[in-house]
């Protein structure tokens, strides 16, 4: 059971819109920076967001997030095949002392 | 173009150790904190480790502090991940990625992982 809940699967047609949930506590989220990853099937994770809603040069703005309170939310547009993969979020948790991953959220782009 | 390289993955039995490397090309290794993050099979992401530029900060997970160590050695631009008394559950993907930043006034990784490499695969088997 992670301390940050991300729901486990979200699916959406190509070309739509889809948005991942990440919610935490003030001990995290609530006081931290937020970042975003994705997994494709047998690849090491990529930075999609950094610093709660910027995103590293080459990330297409098809990627975007916001951060309120203790949840942090990403959005995808557009939506492609090549988009199906696992995203995660991640932040500092400063009553644990852990760097916090979210459990993953399985995207399917039917 | 940033690389990051881990090697010294294997199988190892129960109670054994295991020392990871990771080798880093293509940017200024000395300015950038360095992580260790793992992935058990089918599961998903769980942070390590995080060691600050000079080794001033070294920070651990709660699964692993007491047993493992990471070092770092800027001359020849490598982090290491040493790994005692494994367990079944330490069995995974162990990638060595970069922190884009460091919060020195908290003392706490931003976990801005931006670079990563391809991971190298631990077994823990008797």
């Known amino acids: 059971q992670s301390v940050l809940t991300q729901p486990p699967s979200v699916s959406a047609a190509p070309g739509q819109k889809v948005t991942i949930s990440c919610s935490g506590s003030?001990?995290?989220?609530?006081?931290?920076?937020v970042s975003w990853y994705q997994q494709l099937p047998g690849t090491a994770p990529k930075l999609l967001i950094f610093d709660n809603d910027k995103r590293p040069s080459g990330i297409p703005d098809r990627f975007s997030a916001s951060k309120s309170g203790t949840s942090a939310t990403l959005g995808i547009t557009g939506l492609q095949t090549g988009d199906e993969a696992d995203y995660y979020c991640a932040t500092w948790d400063g009553s644990l002392s852990n760097v916090l991953f979210g459990g993953g959220t399985k995207l399917t782009v039917l | 173009e940033v690389q990051l390289v881990e090697s010294g993955g294997g199988q190892v039995k129960p109670g054994g150790s295991l020392r990871l490397s990771c080798a880093a090309s293509?940017?200024?290794?000395?300015?950038?904190?360095m992580n260790w993050v793992r992935q058990a099979p089918g599961k998903g992401l769980e942070w390590v480790s995080s060691i600050t530029t000079g080794s001033t900060y070294i920070q651990y997970g709660d699964a692993v502090k007491g047993r493992f160590t990471t070092s770092r050695d800027n001359a020849k631009n490598a982090v290491y991940l040493q790994m005692n008394s494994l367990r079944a559950e330490d069995a995974a993907v162990y990638y060595c990625a970069r922190d884009r930043s460091y919060n020195f006034l908290r003392g706490s990784p931003m976990a801005w992982f931006d670079s990563w490499g391809q991971g190298t695969l631990v077994t823990v088997s008797s």
């Open positions: 003030s001990s995290n989220i609530g006081n931290n920076y």
């Open positions: 293509g940017f200024d290794f000395t300015s950038y904190s």
